[in-house]
């Protein structure tokens, strides 16, 4: 399937444009989802018999990369959607897929809780068995594309089994569902990650993803990668633009009693090789990560655990750099880089976080597991 003349039509004729309304309104971009829908992108790596382009990971994180570069906002939509997708293709989820594939249906992770926090691997939220059906509650803390979403891949503790959390696909405008407030992030300002919370929502027994218990398997072999990968994807994309912008305003900017651009001063050009080397550094690291799992090779795990570690501080870095190498141009958002600054902030707290990867990435350097066993 070719993407790459669609992605580049829609981000340069509506991504790139409503970015800035998207952050300042904290707009969710509805019209980019619909136009990813419509070309195909949305169901980019749903399995072709269902209908999708049988992608894999190396489409969907150019796909978010390039995103990004206009938007952080549209590209954690998409980055949640693909998440989920591979939850529902390792599960075999044939009706979502389809919808999917067909461009009509955006999902998202229902992970994090107000219980457990970032602590995704151990829910706290109950399912219910109630004759064929299951009662799901949960006070589910941040949601991607809440209000946007026609599903949720929804984590809970299991129905009976010992494992620690069961998965379920949810649809969106469920009876109990209810989503408090709206979201006023210091970045990613057009994501809606809001709560949403379960009170006594009925789902039948066959939405259970997988196993009953056998969540945290399906989390951390099937989705863990994929949100790696392309949350790391994103932090390229971030790193990428600030850097293009920064370099065209270096060299586009005068200091008309020198008669020289800001290039031509050296802590600035520094400042902007120092940018250009994390990046690529980053970019370089990512995509060997994406050939390890597409080439299933041993260090896979650990290296895309490296990969949102190192991009999570590459993204921050980088934006720091910029505001400081474009000056007060950048603080009074002369620039579009205050709002990359702003967005670069997300991803260490994002589960795992920066924090919980650190573990990780030692843990596996020690031969420990991931997690230790639940409490
Ligand atoms: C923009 C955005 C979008 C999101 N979208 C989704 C989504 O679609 N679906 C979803 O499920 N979740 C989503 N999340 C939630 C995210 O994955 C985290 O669960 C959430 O940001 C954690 O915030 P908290 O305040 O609960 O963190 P806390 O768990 O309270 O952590 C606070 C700090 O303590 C650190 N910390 C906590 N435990 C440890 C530990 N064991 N070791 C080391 N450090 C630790 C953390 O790294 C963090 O810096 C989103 C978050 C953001 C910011």
């Not at 599903?151 to 089994?161: G, I, K, N």
């Not at 989390?219 to 293009?244: D, I, K, R």
């Amino acid at each position: 399937m070719t993407y790459h003349k669609e992605l580049t039509r829609i981000i340069e004729e509506i991504v790139a444009p409503a970015a800035s309304g998207t952050d300042s309104e904290g707009a969710f971009p509805s019209d980019a989802v619909d136009a990813l829908g419509a070309a195909g992108v949305l169901g980019l790596t749903v399995p072709a018999p269902y209908g999708g382009g049988g992608l894999g990971p190396g489409a969907a994180t150019d796909v978010v990369r390039n995103l990004a570069t206009a938007c952080s906002s549209t590209a954690m939509v998409v980055t949640m959607h693909y998440a989920a997708t591979a939850a529902l293709t390792a599960t075999g989820r044939e009706d979502v897929l389809r919808e999917i594939g067909a461009g009509r249906h955006l999902t998202t992770l229902a992970f994090s809780e107000s219980g457990s926090r970032s602590h995704f691997w151990q829910p706290v939220s109950t399912a219910t068995a109630d004759g064929e059906e299951v009662v799901l509650d949960a006070r589910k803390s941040w949601v991607t594309s809440a209000r946007h979403a026609d599903s949720y891949v929804w984590s809970s503790r299991p129905l009976a089994a010992d494992g620690p959390m069961s998965l379920w696909t949810v649809p969106a405008g469920k009876d109990g569902l209810s989503l408090p407030g709206r979201f006023d992030g210091l970045g990613l300002r057009g994501n809606e990650s809001l709560p949403v919370h379960a009170d006594g929502v009925r789902v039948a027994r066959t939405d259970l993803l997988g196993e009953d218990g056998a969540g945290l398997d399906i989390a951390l072999t099937a989705v863990l990668p994929w949100f790696l990968l392309l949350s790391a994807s994103c932090g390229v994309g971030l790193a990428q633009a600030v850097t293009a912008a920064t370099a065209e305003h270096l060299t586009g900017t005068r200091l008309e009693h020198l008669d020289q651009s800001l290039a031509q001063q050296l802590p600035s050009r520094a400042k902007l090789a120092r940018m250009r080397i994390q990046t690529d550094r980053t970019g370089a690291l990512v995509a060997d990560a994406v050939a390890a799992v597409d080439g299933g090779r041993a260090d896979a795990q650990l290296l895309v655990l490296e990969a949102k570690a190192a991009a999570d501080e590459t993204a921050a870095e980088v934006a720091d750099l910029a505001m400081s190498a474009c000056g007060g141009a950048a603080f009074r958002k002369e620039l579009p880089i205050e709002r990359r600054f702003r967005d670069s902030r997300a991803a260490r707290v994002m589960a795992p976080t920066t924090d919980a990867l650190h573990d990780f990435v030692g843990r596996a350097l020690c031969g420990l597991p991931l997690l230790d066993a639940p409490a």
